[in-house]
C-alpha cells in the first residue's frame, strides 16, 4: 500500500477523553472512529488488524476440528423464552420490536440459536461429537462501555459451541479448546493465562477465562508466578487424543491462578510460597464453559443412543473476543512513541520511509524495494507522501509496524539503506537486498 492513496485518519492531538493507552493509540493511529457510545466504525488500519486476528481465530479452530458458519446477529425472542434467558438476561440484552409487533434482539450470544439449529438437524449419536462456530458481533448493553472497543457495546466474538453424547466426551471437547485457545493467543505473541472463573449469565460448572496480565485490565488476577514462565509453544498436539489435551490443561492449570471472582486468599497462601505470589490485573481476552444439558434439555436437543433411548446432548460454549484483543494486544504492546504490533497481527509486515520523495534514486529504490517485498507475499507500507522525515518516523512509529526500512539519497550513494526495529530501537545499514531477506 502507498501511504498516498491510503486513508489513515491519524490524529496529532491525544484524544482528551481516551483513559488508557490503548483506546488513545486507536484513536491516534486512525484505526476506530466513535459513531455512538460503545460502538465503532474500524477505519481501514484498524480493520486489518482485526481481520489478521479473526484469520489465526479461524485457522486455529479448523485444525482443532471445529466447523465455521455463520448465525445472524438479530435473533427471535421466542428462543430465548425456551431456554428461560429472555427475562433472565437482564437490561443488557437490546430488544427490538419488528413492524408486525414481534419481539427480537440483537444477539449477545447464541446458546439457543446454535441448540436450535442441532435440535433440527442432528438426531443420532452418530453424527456426536460436533462443534460449530462462529465470528459476528454481539451486541450487549454495557452500562458503562469504556476503555475503546475493549469494553464495547456492539463488538465481534468467536463462540463456538460443542455438542457431544457423554459428559466425558464433552469435557475432551472442554480441553481441545482450552489447548487451541493457547495456541492461539501464542500466535499472535500474546500470553494468555487461563484462570479458574465463575460462569455468570452462560451459566455451568467448569469455567476458565484467559487473562492477559495488564495494569489496566478490569480484572483482579492472583497467580503463582511459575505460570508466567509455560509456554505452549509449536507442540504437535492430537486434538483427538483425550490424553494429551488433558495434559496439556493438567500443566497449564494445575498452578494457582484466579480471578477475584473466585480467589480463596487461604487456599492461595497453603499452595503457593510466598515469594511465589502475584496479586495483578488483567483483560478477559476468552472463556470456556462446560455447562451439560442446560439448553439442551429445555430445549430438546437430544440424540438416540445406539441402544435407541433418547438423551439430551452435553454441550459447552466456548468465547473470544476478537475486538476486545486488538485493545489488549496494544495495552502489552506500546511505548511512548505508539503502538509495537507482534509479526503475527501486525496490519503492515513492513514500512519504507522515503527521505526524499523527487529524488530519482530514492524513489527508484523505494520502488523496487516495494515490488520486492510484495513478491515475497508480503505487505508492505511505503510514506511516499511529500513529508519532512520526523513526520513520516512519527507516523510509523505511531502504526507500530515491526520493520521500518528508511531510503535516502545520502545511504545509497554507498548502496545502503537503513532497516530498524520498532521494539528494540536498534537500526542498521545494509543493501536493499539484505534489508527485504531479513523482513521476510
Ligand atoms: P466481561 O467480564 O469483560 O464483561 P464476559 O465474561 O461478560 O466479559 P463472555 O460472555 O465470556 O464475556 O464473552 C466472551 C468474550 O467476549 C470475553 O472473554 C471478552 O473477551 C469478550 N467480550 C465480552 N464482553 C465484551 C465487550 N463488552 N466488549 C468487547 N469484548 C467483550
Ligand atoms: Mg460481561
Ligand atoms: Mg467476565
Ligand atoms: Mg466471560
Excluded at 427475562?87 to 427490538?96: C, W
Excluded at 441448540?115 to 438426531?123: C, E, G, L, Q
Excluded at 460462569?199 to 487473562?211: N, Q, V
Aim: glycine fraction near 10%; charged fraction near 30%; hydrophobic fraction near 35%.
Amino acid at each position: 500500500m502507498r501511504l498516498s492513496r491510503y486513508f489513515l485518519p491519524v490524529l496529532k492531538e491525544t484524544p482528551a477523553d481516551a483513559q488508557i493507552a490503548s483506546h488513545r493509540l486507536m484513536l491516534r493511529a486512525g484505526m476506530i472512529r466513535q459513531q455512538a457510545a460503545g460502538i465503532y466504525s474500524w477505519l481501514p488500519l484498524g480493520y486489518r488488524v482485526l481481520r489478521r486476528i479473526e484469520q489465526i481465530v479461524h485457522e486455529e479452530q479448523q485444525r482443532a476440528g471445529h466447523i465455521p458458519l455463520l448465525m445472524p446477529t438479530l435473533q427471535p425472542a421466542d428462543l430465548w423464552q425456551e431456554s428461560g434467558r429472555y427475562n433472565a438476561y437482564g437490561p443488557e440484552m437490546l430488544r427490538i420490536r419488528d413492524r408486525h409487533d414481534r419481539d427480537i434482539l440483537y444477539g449477545p450470544t447464541n446458546e439457543e440459536m446454535i441448540t436450535d439449529i442441532f435440535r433440527s438437524h442432528v438426531s443420532s449419536y452418530k453424527d456426536l461429537p460436533l462443534t460449530l462456530y462462529h465470528i459476528q458481533w454481539k451486541f450487549r448493553d454495557e452500562v458503562r462501555p469504556r476503555f475503546g472497543v475493549m469494553r464495547g457495546r456492539e463488538f465481534l466474538m468467536k463462540d463456538g459451541y460443542n455438542f457431544d453424547l457423554t459428559r466425558e466426551d464433552a469435557l475432551h471437547a472442554y480441553n481441545r479448546h482450552l489447548v487451541s485457545y493457547l495456541r492461539t493467543y501464542e500466535r499472535m505473541g500474546l500470553q494468555a493465562i487461563p484462570m479458574r472463573a465463575e460462569s455468570g449469565p452462560i451459566g455451568g460448572d467448569d469455567t476458565h477465562e484467559f487473562l492477559v496480565l495488564a495494569d489496566t485490565g478490569e480484572s483482579g488476577v492472583f497467580y503463582d508466578s511459575e505460570i508466567t514462565d509455560l509456554r505452549f509453544g509449536d507442540r504437535d498436539i492430537d486434538y483427538d487424543s483425550v490424553e494429551q489435551c488433558q495434559g496439556v490443561l493438567e500443566e497449564f492449570t494445575s498452578r494457582y491462578a484466579r480471578t477475584d471472582d473466585t480467589h480463596d486468599e487461604a487456599v492461595f497462601q497453603e499452595q503457593v510460597p510466598e515469594a511465589r505470589r502475584r496479586e495483578a490485573r488483567g483483560i478477559e481476552v476468552g472463556q470456556i464453559f462446560y455447562f451439560g444439558t442446560k439448553y439442551s434439555e429445555p430445549m430438546g436437543a437430544t440424540v438416540a443412543t445406539q441402544g435407541g433411548e433418547r438423551v439430551p446432548v452435553h454441550m459447552g460454549s466456548h468465547g473470544i473476543g476478537v475486538s476486545r484483543l486488538v485493545g489488549a494486544l496494544i495495552e502489552a504492546n506500546h511505548d511512548e512513541n505508539g503502538i509495537i504490533w507482534p509479526e503475527g497481527v501486525t496490519p503492515f509486515h513492513c514500512g519504507i520511509v522515503n527521505l526524499k520523495q523527487g529524488d530519482a534514486a530514492a524513489d527508484g529504490a523505494c520502488e523496487d524495494l516495494y515490488k520486492a517485498l510484495r513478491a515475497k507475499g508480503l505487505d508492505p507500507l511505503y510514506d511516499d507522501r511529500e513529508e519532512r522525515a520526523g513526520a513520516k518516523f512519527a507516523t510509523m512509529d505511531l502504526i507500530g509496524l515491526p520493520w521500518r526500512i528508511t531510503v535516502g539519497p545520502r545511504g545509497l550513494k554507498n548502496g545502503v539503506v537503513e532497516l530498524t526495529c520498532r521494539r528494540t530501537g536498534e537500526s542498521e545499514e545494509m543493501t536493499p537486498e539484505a534489508a527485504v531477506a531479513r523482513v521476510a
